[in-house]
């Protein structure tokens, strides 16, 4: 079992930044990859950042690339999403998730564990 929580969400204004946390709980850390995804109103869960077991690897939607990092802290047991110059379109409930095979896929059913998601609104 792999219990995830999401921090770090709130309102921010276009070309701002945040930074997301993700705790983990559970079974040990450093042997499952961890993603980022998030679900916009009236849209699909998307990919948005994975990181493997290591932090060896890392992997990034094109919307996102050069603008948000990912990082993990396997000493900490968290994984951090850094967000800089968002936009209206970043706009969305974000989770993080664990994948067991420890790769940080961008593949939405790789995926094991759920947090509950926080959100993040970007004002124009």
């Known amino acids: 079992q792999v219990q995830l929580v999401e921090s770090g969400g709130g309102l921010v204004q276009a070309g701002g930044s945040l930074r997301l946390s993700c705790a983990a709980s559970g079974r040990a850390f450093s042997t499952y990859g961890v993603g980022w995804f998030r679900r916009a109103p009236g849209k699909e869960r998307e990919f948005v950042a994975g990181i493997s077991w290591s932090g060896g690897s890392t992997y990034y939607a094109d919307s996102v690339k050069g603008r948000f990092t990912i990082s993990r802290d396997n000493a900490k047991n968290t994984v951090s999403l850094q967000m800089n110059s968002l936009k209206p379109e970043d706009t969305a409930v974000y989770y993080c998730?664990?994948?067991?095979?420890?790769?940080?896929?961008?593949?939405?059913?790789?995926?094991?564990?759920w947090g509950q998601g926080t959100q993040v609104t970007v004002s124009s």
């Open positions: 998730a664990a994948d067991l095979e420890g790769t940080g896929s961008s593949r939405l059913g790789a995926y094991d564990y």
